[in-house]
Protein backbone atom coordinates (compact mmCIF):
# COMPACT_ATOMS: atom_id res chain seq x y z
CA UNK A 1 0.00 0.00 0.00
CA UNK A 2 1.04 3.45 -0.02
CA UNK A 3 0.06 7.12 0.01
CA UNK A 4 -2.22 8.72 -2.37
CA UNK A 5 -0.58 11.23 -3.97
CA UNK A 6 -2.19 14.55 -3.79
CA UNK A 7 -2.30 15.21 -0.01
CA UNK A 8 0.19 17.79 1.54
CA UNK A 9 0.59 18.18 5.76
CA UNK A 10 0.34 21.74 6.50
CA UNK A 11 1.06 23.58 10.12
CA UNK A 12 -2.36 25.52 11.28
CA UNK A 13 -3.05 27.04 13.98
CA UNK A 14 -0.29 24.85 16.12
CA UNK A 15 -1.68 21.54 14.70
CA UNK A 16 -0.16 19.40 11.70
CA UNK A 17 -3.30 18.98 9.00
CA UNK A 18 -4.45 17.23 5.73
CA UNK A 19 -7.48 19.02 4.75
CA UNK A 20 -9.67 16.92 2.59
CA UNK A 21 -12.03 18.71 0.57
CA UNK A 22 -15.50 17.72 -1.09
CA UNK A 23 -16.16 16.91 -4.63
CA UNK A 24 -19.14 17.90 -7.28
CA UNK A 25 -20.34 21.11 -5.02
CA UNK A 26 -20.47 19.38 -1.85
CA UNK A 27 -19.43 20.61 1.25
CA UNK A 28 -17.59 17.82 2.69
CA UNK A 29 -14.54 19.31 3.69
CA UNK A 30 -12.80 17.17 6.57
CA UNK A 31 -9.59 18.13 8.57
CA UNK A 32 -7.14 14.90 9.56
CA UNK A 33 -4.86 16.17 12.72
CA UNK A 34 -1.71 14.42 13.24
CA UNK A 35 0.53 13.85 16.33
CA UNK A 36 3.89 13.88 15.56
CA UNK A 37 4.05 10.35 15.43
CA UNK A 38 1.66 10.60 12.61
CA UNK A 39 3.57 13.32 11.12
CA UNK A 40 6.81 11.50 11.13
CA UNK A 41 5.53 7.97 9.85
CA UNK A 42 4.00 10.14 6.78
CA UNK A 43 6.77 12.18 5.95
CA UNK A 44 8.69 8.65 5.63
CA UNK A 45 6.03 7.00 3.84
CA UNK A 46 4.65 9.29 1.85
CA UNK A 47 6.27 8.81 -1.45
CA UNK A 48 7.14 4.99 -1.21
CA UNK A 49 5.41 1.53 -0.33
CA UNK A 50 4.83 0.18 2.85
CA UNK A 51 3.37 -2.68 4.82
CA UNK A 52 1.92 -2.89 8.68
CA UNK A 53 4.65 -4.50 9.07
CA UNK A 54 7.55 -2.40 8.45
CA UNK A 55 5.41 0.71 9.91
CA UNK A 56 5.50 -1.61 13.13
CA UNK A 57 9.45 -1.96 12.94
CA UNK A 58 9.84 2.05 12.36
CA UNK A 59 7.86 2.72 15.56
CA UNK A 60 9.99 -0.03 17.41
CA UNK A 61 12.54 1.09 16.12
CA UNK A 62 12.21 5.35 16.69
CA UNK A 63 10.54 4.66 19.63
CA UNK A 64 12.12 1.92 21.64
CA UNK A 65 8.64 0.08 22.25
CA UNK A 66 7.50 -3.37 22.77
CA UNK A 67 6.61 -5.04 19.00
CA UNK A 68 3.08 -6.29 19.88
CA UNK A 69 2.21 -2.33 20.90
CA UNK A 70 4.24 -1.41 17.55
CA UNK A 71 1.59 -3.75 15.52
CA UNK A 72 -1.25 -2.92 17.32
CA UNK A 73 -0.20 1.39 16.39
CA UNK A 74 0.61 0.25 12.92
CA UNK A 75 -2.77 -0.71 12.14
CA UNK A 76 -4.62 2.03 13.67
CA UNK A 77 -2.55 4.44 11.52
CA UNK A 78 -3.26 2.69 8.64
CA UNK A 79 -6.90 2.06 9.77
CA UNK A 80 -7.33 6.08 9.99
CA UNK A 81 -5.69 6.44 6.86
CA UNK A 82 -7.89 4.21 4.93
CA UNK A 83 -10.83 5.85 6.38
CA UNK A 84 -10.14 9.06 5.09
CA UNK A 85 -8.82 7.17 1.47
CA UNK A 86 -5.53 8.86 2.22
CA UNK A 87 -3.83 5.30 1.41
CA UNK A 88 -3.73 3.10 -2.26
CA UNK A 89 -4.32 -0.46 -1.24
Same mark, same amino acid.
Do not use: C, H, P
Given at each position: ???????????V???? !?????????????? !?????D??????? !?? =??????? =? /?? +?????? /???? /?? =?L +? !??? +????????????????
Amino acid at each position: MRIRKGFKVQFVGGEN !IILLQGTYGVDTTK !IVSFNDTSLLLWR !IY =ENKEFTS =E /EI +AETLVD /EFDI /EK =EL +A !IKD +AVNWIDILIRNRLIEQ
